[in-house]
């Protein structure tokens, strides 16, 4: 499916959202998607056209200013944890998520980074790496690399 991109190939994806490049739920599903993570405000996600087809879908929203602005530090936080957990159920149903936000870079970046962070040990500046690997546009807005750093050392440490 065009616009998927995989973090671990059949494991955990991303893509950009349908508000910039349409998606259809039967598409998501024949790319093998089980699950969708929001991480936007979920603009033109319908989960219950998403459910028809098998595919659950939460929304865990990360700010989407950039630079980031006062509190996105501690929105982010707080969201990142409760979007590791979502993902973490879905995939022990042994469904694939896919993440997305608008342009499926810095939001849905940020995510997968704190998803490397805690389940497979990376350090945050190697999950950036990593991250970019699959994505190379990842954490290119304004500011939010360095935004990124900040949340996931700090995440780390809590």
Known sequence: MRHIFWLRPNLIA??????????????LASAGIGAVLSVNDAASVYSDDLSKVGIESA?????????????????????LPAALEYLLAVMAKGKTPMIHCTAG?????????????????????????????????ALSATGYEAFSLELLNALQRA
């Not at 980074?113 to 991250?131: N, W």
């Open 105 to 137: 870079k810095d939001r849905t970046g940020l995510t997968m980074c704190y998803y490397l962070c805690q389940c497979e040990g990376y350090s945050p500046r190697d999950a950036i790496d990593e991250v970019r690997r699959v994505r190379p546009i």
């Open 14 to 27: 991303g893509r950009s959202g349908p508000n910039l490049y349409p998606w259809t739920p039967a598409e």
């Open 59 to 79: 929304c865990f929203p990360l700010a989407d200013n950039a630079p980031p602005r006062e509190g996105d530090f501690e929105h982010g936080l707080a969201m």
